[in-house]
């Protein structure tokens, strides 16, 4: 069984940090290939970043290439996603997704976390 939980969320001003966490309560989150998703008002959820289960391979959209780092920590059943110079349009409610296997990224996802606020603004 997975179960993910997203945290770290909050309003931070443009060109702030922010760390996102999804923590996995199942047996297998070493199995699992991570995924962070986001929403913004009005728009379809679209792909952030993702890892392979070892944790060496990543994917990043454009939009967050070079700003955002997506990484996990096996032994803490936790994927992190470091968020750096952010801007307005980051502006959304993130999403932390796991799908099984050995890639690094799914064009869908099996388990999806609930989802936490993330707000950019002066």
């Known amino acids: 069984q997975v179960h993910l939980v997203e945290s770290g969320g909050g309003l931070v001003q443009p060109g702030d940090s922010l760390r996102l966490s999804c923590v996995d309560s199942?047996?297998?989150?070493?199995?699992?290939?991570m995924g962070w998703f986001r929403k913004a008002p009005g728009k379809e959820r679209e792909f952030v970043a993702s890892?392979?289960?070892?944790?060496?391979?990543?994917q990043y959209s454009d939009s967050v290439k070079g700003r955002f780092l997506c990484s996990r920590d096996n032994d803490m059943n936790t994927v992190y996603l470091q968020m750096n110079s952010l801007k307005p349009e980051d502006t959304a409610v993130y999403y932390c997704?796991?799908?099984?296997?050995?890639?690094?990224?799914?064009?869908?996802?099996?388990?999806w976390g609930q989802g936490t606020q993330v707000t950019v603004s002066s």
């Open positions: 997704a796991a799908h099984p296997g050995t890639g690094t990224y799914y064009t869908s996802y099996a388990y």
């Open positions: 199942g047996r297998t989150f070493a199995g699992l290939a």
């Open positions: 890892v392979d289960w070892t944790g060496y391979n990543t």
